[in-house]
């Protein structure tokens, strides 16, 4: 089993430690433009090793020959947003990005699963499928892992429980449109509507929507620990092939009454991928916010159309 990463920097890197500690995989390749820092990451990790006790081999790289036969491959290339720039112009940079690396790296591994980080993240995962050519169930973005990894910290810091035992839903778009579920969140499968007043539970969902741009605030970058984390999970779900239901950036094509789109739903993922969407029951209101928050992914996706045509 092999897997590639691109982009070595902070969240790539982490998202190759991540998998190596699990020592599942055979060979993770951290590819990345820039001369010296994926072997120099990768070479690192494959020092800790002895420590650690895996025996998956990294190699670092800036040829994508190195990547080819790869099996999953994680996309984290991209541009954060600078000083100055618009999200127009983060939109046409990153998507510029994601279909070069994608086109590099799918040449030498056409049967490979595509799970995607690189931000705006339910456009980019559009964009990597489009410029990819893969059948939808081969191609996810990493979103709904990583916020519901941040609501289940939330309600297990303010009820004092380990995260062990929180099990929560989320879905929608990546941003402060998605749409955490209370009625899907349990902690021992006691409804954390019997554990916290709405108060609460509105200020913690609150809290969940703005969970990256918190720490963007505190430290001037975006968050890596956890969205790393988050990803690895996710090749982890599919390297294992263990039916692991996990709420994930997919395509639907009439789930939820949506269609043509990438957007948080839970799916069953195994070694095929994304082996089934599964639609549970919404209230109306919560149908109501799944629809503004797919409304909200089109117009990144109009935007984006309209960037690169005035850009032609």
């Not at 500690?21 to 433009?33: C, G, T």
């Not at 778009?173 to 019997?194: C, E, F, K, N």
């Not at 239901?245 to 009439?254: E, F, H, K, R, T």
């Amino acid at each position: 089993m092999k897997v590639t990463i691109i982009g070595a920097g902070n969240v790539g890197a982490t998202v190759a430690e991540c998998i190596a500690r699990k020592d599942m995989v055979d060979e993770i390749v951290l590819v990345d433009i820039v001369q010296g820092l994926p072997q120099g990451k990768a070479l690192d990790m494959q020092q800790a090793a002895p420590i650690h006790g895996y025996d998956t081999r990294i190699i670092g790289t800036n040829d994508y020959k190195d990547t080819e036969g790869s099996d999953i491959c994680v996309i984290t290339a991209g541009s954060p947003r600078k000083p100055g720039m618009s999200r127009d112009d983060l939109l046409a940079i990153n998507a510029k990005i994601v279909r070069s690396v994608t086109e590099q790296f799918v040449k030498g591994s056409p049967n490979a699963i595509l799970v995607v980080v690189s931000n705006p993240l339910d456009v980019m995962t559009y964009v990597a499928y489009k410029t990819s050519g893969f059948p939808s169930h081969r191609v996810m973005g990493m979103a709904g892992v990583l916020d519901t990894a941040r609501y289940r910290t939330f309600i297990a810091l303010e009820l004092g429980v380990s995260v062990r035992d929180v099990q929560a839903l989320l879905m929608g778009g990546h941003g402060d449109s998605m749409v955490p579920l209370p009625r899907y969140t349990t902690v021992s499968g006691i409804p954390i509507t019997q554990l916290l007043s709405k108060e609460k539970i509105d200020a913690i969902v609150e809290r969940t929507k703005f969970g990256g741009g918190e720490i963007v605030q505190l430290m001037g970058t975006s968050a890596w620990y956890a969205p790393g984390a988050a990803a690895a999970e996710m090749v982890e779900a599919i390297v294992k092939n263990s039916g692991r239901i996990l709420p994930c950036a997919a395509y639907v094509n009439g789930q939820y009454g949506l269609r043509d789109l990438f957007i948080g739903v839970p799916v069953r993922l195994g070694r095929k991928g994304v082996e089934e969407v599964i639609e549970v029951d919404l209230t109306e209101e919560e149908r109501k916010l799944l629809e503004a928050s797919a409304e909200h992914v089109r117009q990144g996706l109009r935007d984006l159309e309209r960037v690169e045509a005035a850009a032609s």
